[in-house]
């Protein structure tokens, strides 16, 4: 992939993690993803030959898939690429703003994006005071917040943080106000 940003621009490759800025107009021609590509959109409107994908949108690009891609208006996505199981090729696309997020544990609320044997992709919600117990992460935990500000022991998240937890790293974390974050865990 090409990152069209006012930060710099590169070809992307390998085992990587980013933040791409399309600024409006920006075009990337059509490529192949030899070992995947996951997408979450952060702001803006992001296209390719299949469809527009609002913020909020959740894509799997699976092992062999391409695509050429551009966006109209703009926008930022949060990109994961080469980091599918080798035996993971289902397609993946949710508009999140449309679907109705669960109850999960405590007073938390889980939309699940993905799961494929360990590895699990997740919205979650934290209402305000709320309180998570202390865990350990088996195959890790990486975590981009969307809104609001995340907490733990050892400091505090605002919009926009990345966090990356090795396996068998642990913390307990909380939140002071209402608090959306990306979760991916069991991949590292
Ligand atoms: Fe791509
Ligand atoms: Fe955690």
């Known amino acids: 992939m090409y990152c069209a940003s006012h930060w710099k621009e590169f070809a992307e490759h390998g085992r990587t993690t980013s933040l791409v800025q399309f600024l409006p107009s920006a075009h990337v021609p059509e490529h192949t993803h030899p070992l995947g590509e996951e997408i979450f959109v952060l702001d803006g409107v992001f296209s390719d030959e299949s469809g527009d994908y609002p913020a909020g949108t959740y894509l799997r690009n699976p092992l062999g898939s391409k695509h050429a891609t551009f966006s109209k208006e703009g ?12 035996l993971d090729f289902k397609t993946v696309c949710i508009d999140t703003k449309q679907q109705q997020i669960q109850t999960g544990i405590g007073q938390l609320k889980v939309l699940s994006l993905h799961q494929y044997k360990t590895q699990g992709t997740a919205l979650v919600f934290w209402p305000a005071g709320e309180k998570f117990q202390p865990h350990r992460h088996w195959g890790g935990e990486e975590i981009f917040v969307l809104e609001g500000e995340f907490k733990d022991e050892y400091g505090s998240y605002p919009k926009g943080s990345w ?20 979760v991916k865990t069991g991949h590292l």
């Open 75 to 86: 926008c930022s996505l949060f990109v994961k690429l080469d980091q599918f199981n080798p």
């Open 163 to 182: 966090l990356r937890s090795p396996h068998l790293s642990e913390h307990f974390p909380y939140v002071e106000e209402d608090t959306l974050i990306y």
